[in-house]
């Protein structure tokens, strides 16, 4: 049986393809970079991600110990998820996105004009 | 009707993960970064992907002016897709991602010591 180390892509990129290169993960992220996120909150702001969806993101990246999970024994209890240390560490991934999506997005409103 | 721009999230984030926020997209810009890919090539080094996917990445990203498609005319005929411009400045999100991707690998082999 292999163990989860040696499932790990050999290639960097592909090992980090593997956990976060998906649309919804990335969002996450990014939203998580800010602060902690109730589920209902991230629903809400992702627009267009279905219950399922959102639920199946954040286990798999809360078993890949990216996000902490943490239940607050209130009435009712409020669930807060976080980026773990790991998952802080993908800082520098979202910047690189931000800084190139804003040159997009300014390249292409010069050429509507 | 809404122009595409119109269409580009406004968060920058938003608009980078729409355009490659997914696994073969990734991958794929990952093998351009080193030199222009043959479809035949680009199939057998992505392991699992299928015709249809690869087909429909390929044409997206063409679409969205980040790789290019070149026919040579010999028999039969060569093709090859080559990141743009555009798409070359993706360099340090892929760059971002393969330091990301050394350094998990990194603490994962040291857990399994």
Do not use: H
């Not at 980026?83 to 979202?94: C, D, H, M, R, V």
């Amino acid at each position: 049986m292999k163990t989860k180390a040696e499932l790990i892509p050999e290639c960097p990129v592909a090992a980090t393809v593997q956990l976060i290169g998906n649309k919804w993960k990335l969002l996450v992220i990014r939203n998580l970079l800010q602060r902690p996120w109730r589920f209902n909150e991230l629903q809400k702001d992702l627009k267009g991600i279905s219950q399922k969806v959102l639920t199946d993101s954040l286990r798999s990246m809360e078993a890949d110990g990216i996000i902490t999970r943490t239940v607050y024994p209130e009435v009712p209890p409020r669930v807060e998820y976080a980026l773990s240390e790991l998952g802080a560490s993908l800082k520098p991934i979202l910047d690189a996105m931000r800084a190139w999506g804003e040159s997009y997005r300014s390249s292409k409103q010069d050429g509507e004009n």
